[in-house]
């Protein structure tokens, strides 16, 4: 090796080396400094995972659709070297039962700090290797000064940096894309050297084993190949078709080496193929339309992403660094400038101009540098196309062109500095007072700019946002921030307080704020179906601010605390990211969940807050009913909850008798200050007239048969509007005495039910089933009388149908009605047996309806219903 290769060799080792230590620092530390919310699902998996290599069952290594398996492959690293540790400096024999007890124990409902570091390393050392893979990568492609800055550029990108110190799948899938996508690059443009066909195979199929958007390569690639094809292809027919084999081969064995990367690494390919990829498909496709991430869309200021198109224009524009975007802005103007220009009118400066851009280059031609910059162009608009087509929207799904914007905006960079050196004008240089055409002076600007904008953020590099667009100051209104930085920070300061270890705190992001936390942490959601404020128990409340954006879980309780005056307020860079309050002792009215909002005591333990009332989804013969409880003291009774459908006189049309919440959670258990939902469904009684009813409502101890009275005189729910109940097979009238008697042909009695003591003074509850036989056009009243053998009267209701609620001319043809009475049987009754007569007459005249069936009077047009025997007293 010649002298000049040498030194050439050791500068590139002591540039990659640099590169390395570079990319490195910056995310190798503090990587405990705070949680996101989805590592800890991704520990699980991953450890999940590992399980199932270990007992060789390869269909349970599909975990997600994501498919995220490059995810679990790096945290499956990091726990082995964390076991391997902790094994050798204990003196415990590595082996697979110890594998398997140490996998055991990995918290992964509460994730531990250290684990975070082990699990976290792996994609730390992953994408520090890539900054250097890139240097050479892009050198071959645009030149050792472009590379040089490309790679500096990339290592410090902010929002890359952020991702690529995280336990999860976007900055896996960036890289691999990206290493993919060069690699074919130089491929296709260079010396066609099958390594690089053979890399760019492996990135992709490492790319698709890390997230589904990364299938966007297909495509692209085959672009790629078809404009290679185009461009480099003989002109005779014979050649263009042997050309034309060739570049399909070449894609074959692309796809080939990507799909052996895809099945070598993912155990389910072995013996579940096509549950494997389905599940990927259907994550990928199915997303778009529900997605459990859609539910904390923010955009423009408002908790939706109506303006979809524009998200991921406007939050690149947020995530990039000032620095990359006049780099771009430039690279496309020079690149625009070039196309304007022909060869021969292009003046002599701009040659040389070409000629120093070109230097460095195996093929110095102007279109090797410019074919390779428009593929790079396109791919990120492709790209940003693509992405903007999926219905979820998260400014890190966009990730994967932010190295190549990086690669665009140092092309950029250097050409205007070599424009500015060839033009003699220099302003730019003359305004920072440095000589830019020096390739270590440009060097060193954009690593002191780049740094300047990115590692003042350390260690939470996600609260960087461009400061030419408002920074911290404009992001919080136009995009969701906040991904679990600076809840350690709030948890810190809690844990400074006094008595901090007995204290409780809620907070939205509880599995994300546990870990730095001292005390007991509580969710702030309603995480089962009975404790509706789980806050309440709290002595402190963490409000973030992503939580604050999408007015979780409602917009009242956001407004509500956002009214509160907060303890202590966590800024970060400008942002305030969360809001530390003390948990409020009162109630607000506005906090309760319930659409109706009503506040009545039961005795001094319970509190009733309101009620939502709703037809049963799918069944309009039932009532869906939801009671609020506040519990204010423990109790020993274990009280049942009952619920009645009545009409203006308090007579019953549908009953439902219940423990609370479903028999889950009885009164004797409520912890005190807890508010409860309680649904109950109630159905109405076949039959029950159309009308404004409403619903009483009861507590009650059934072993000692004594209720818990309300405040006031009974809790009445409503009014609530019931149409008409049309009786089914399913839903018989349970009629007791079945009857079949005409009323003047135009109203038939179907039968009746009664219920009483029969004794004297007591009540005769009886109920008449009715059915419209014609159109109505009078209203008739009803009488019910309890005679003796000699026709004196003992007891007597007369009333228009249903108290009166319900008259005749209201009824429809085929209607069946049901129609309650009351009918007081006299104290002075003597014993004996007694005749119920029913009938109905025109108010007006007293006129009585004709009656035809058996068990009638024809002559008196009464009904006779069965006997009762009035007993003594």
Same mark, same amino acid.
């Given at each position: 090796? /010649? ?56 269909? %349970? ?15 499956? #690293? ?83 940096? #952020? ?12 890289? %691999? ?27 992709? +199929? ?89 539910? &904390? ?29 006049? +780099? ?54 492709? %790209? ?16 994967? *062109? ?30 920072? &007072? ?36 408002? +920074?911290?100051?404009? #992001? ?118 319930? /659409? ?5 005591? %039961? ?145 038939? =009695? ?17 109920? =008449? ?34 108290? +009166? ?17 009351? *009918?007081?049987?006299?104290?002075? #009754? ?15 005249? &007293? ?27």
């Amino acid at each position: 090796m /010649s002298g000049k290769k040498l030194h050439t060799f050791g500068q590139r080792v002591a540039v990659s080396i640099g590169l390395f230590v570079l990319a490195l620092v910056p995310r190798a530390l503090a990587l405990n400094a705070f949680l996101t919310p989805d590592e800890r699902r991704w520990l699980s998996r991953s450890v999940k995972f590992l399980t199932a290599l270990l007992y060789q069952d390869w269909a %349970f290594t599909l975990r997600k659709g994501h498919p995220g398996v490059t995810t679990m492959w790096t945290a499956v #690293a990091g726990l082995m070297s964390k076991y391997l540790f902790g094994a050798w400096s204990e003196g415990i024999s590595v082996s697979q039962a110890s594998l398997l007890e140490f996998l055991q124990e990995v918290p992964t409902d509460m994730v531990g700090l250290d684990y975070l570091v082990a699990i976290r390393f792996p994609t730390v050392l992953l994408t520090s290797a890539f900054v250097v893979a890139l240097y050479f990568l892009v050198g071959k492609l645009l030149g050792r000064k472009v590379a040089l800055l490309s790679a500096v550029l990339v290592a410090l990108d902010p929002f890359y940096l #952020a991702h690529s110190r995280l336990l999860h799948h976007d900055a896996l899938v960036t890289t %691999f894309m990206t290493l993919s996508l060069l690699s074919f690059l130089v491929y296709v443009s260079q010396t066609r050297a099958s390594g690089y066909l053979v890399l760019s195979g492996l990135g992709a +199929g490492l790319a698709f084993l890390s997230k589904a958007t990364s299938l966007f390569l297909v495509p692209f690639m085959g672009l790629l190949a078809w404009m290679a094809y185009v461009e480099q292809g003989a002109a005779s027919p014979p050649s263009r078709w042997q050309e034309g084999r060739r570049w399909l081969g070449r894609l074959l064995v692309w796809g080939l080496i990507a799909g052996v990367t895809l099945v070598a690494l993912w155990p389910a390919m072995w013996v579940e193929p096509a549950k494997a990829l389905g599940e990927v498909w259907e994550k990928s496709t199915s997303a778009a339309a529900t997605d459990v991430h859609t539910q &904390g869309d923010f955009f423009l200021g408002r908790p939706t992403l109506d303006a979809k198109i524009l998200f991921y224009p406007v939050t690149l524009l947020f995530r990039t660094t000032p620095l990359s975007l006049a +780099g771009i802005a430039m690279a496309i103007s020079f690149l625009v400038r070039r196309y304007r220009l022909s060869r021969d009118s292009a003046t002599q400066t701009e040659k040389r101009w070409r000629g120093h851009l070109d230097a460095g280059l195996p093929d110095s031609k102007d279109r090797v540098r410019d074919r390779n910059l428009i593929s790079f162009l396109r791919y990120i608009f492709l %790209f940003l196309v693509f992405i903007s087509l999926g219905g979820i929207k998260y400014d890190r799904y966009l990730l994967p *062109i932010y190295p190549v914007l990086e690669i665009v905006a140092a092309e950029g960079l250097c050409q205007m500095a070599q424009w500015e050196k060839l033009k003699g004008s220099a302003w730019i240089s003359r305004t920072l &007072g440095l000589r830019l055409e020096r390739p270590w002076t440009l060097l060193l600007v954009v690593l002191a700019l780049q740094g300047g904008f990115a590692l003042p953020h350390y260690p939470y590099f996600l609260t960087y946002y461009n400061p030419a667009f408002g +920074g911290g100051w404009l #992001a919080p209104q136009v995009m969701l921030v906040g991904w679990g930085e600076g809840l350690d920070q709030a948890a810190y300061y809690l844990n400074d307080l006094d008595d901090a270890v007995k204290a409780q705190t809620a907070t939205w992001y509880d599995s994300e704020f546990a870990p730095f936390y001292l005390g007991e942490t509580l969710p702030f959601r309603e995480l089962d179906a009975g404790n509706v404020i789980p806050w309440l128990m709290s002595d402190y409340v963490v409000s973030y601010i992503p939580q604050v954006q999408s007015n979780a879980p409602d917009e009242a309780t956001v407004r509500y605390f956002r009214s509160l005056e907060p303890e202590h307020t966590l800024h970060l860079k400008g942002i305030d990211y969360a809001w530390i309050y003390r948990t409020p002792q009162n109630l607000s009215d506005e906090i309760i969940p319930a /659409s109706h909002v009503r506040r009545v005591s %039961f005795g001094d333990g319970i509190l009733f807050l309101g009620y939502d009332v709703d037809r049963t989804q799918g069944d309009a013969d039932k009532l869906s009913v939801t009671l609020y409880w506040r519990c204010l003291r423990p109790m020993e009774q274990n009280y049942r909850v009952w619920l009645k459908l009545v009409n203006g006189v308090y007579h019953v049309w549908g009953q439902d008798d219940s423990i609370p919440v479903s028999g889950r959670f009885p009164t004797n258990i409520w912890p005190e200050g807890t508010v409860l939902r309680d649904e109950h469904e109630l159905e109405i009684l076949p039959g029950t007239p159309p009308g404004l009813y409403h619903i009483e409502v009861g507590l009650y101890d059934p072993q000692r048969q004594e209720s818990l009275k309300p405040a006031g005189d009974g809790m009445l729910l409503g009014p609530v509007e019931i149409t008409r109940q049309e009786p089914s097979a399913a839903r018989p009238l349970d009629v007791q005495h079945p009857l079949e008697v005409s009323l003047a042909d135009e109203i038939l =009695l179907l039968g009746y039910n009664i219920e009483s003591g029969f004794r004297p003074g007591d009540g005769i509850h009886l109920t =008449l089933f009715w059915q419209c036989l014609e159109e109505m056009k009078r209203d008739y009243t009803v009488f019910t009388h309890l005679v003796d053998k000699e026709g004196n009267f003992w007891g007597q209701k007369d009333n228009e149908p249903v108290d +009166g609620f319900y008259p005749t001319e209201q009824w429809q043809v085929s209607e069946i009605v049901r129609d309650q009475y009351d *009918i007081t049987i006299s104290p002075k #009754a003597p014993p004996g047996e007694y005749q119920l007569e029913v009938g109905m007459y025109l108010a007006e005249t &007293g006129e009585r309806l004709a009656v035809l069936g058996e068990g009638v009077d024809q002559a008196q047009r009464v009904i006779l219903l069965s006997p009762v025997q009035v007993v003594g007293i």
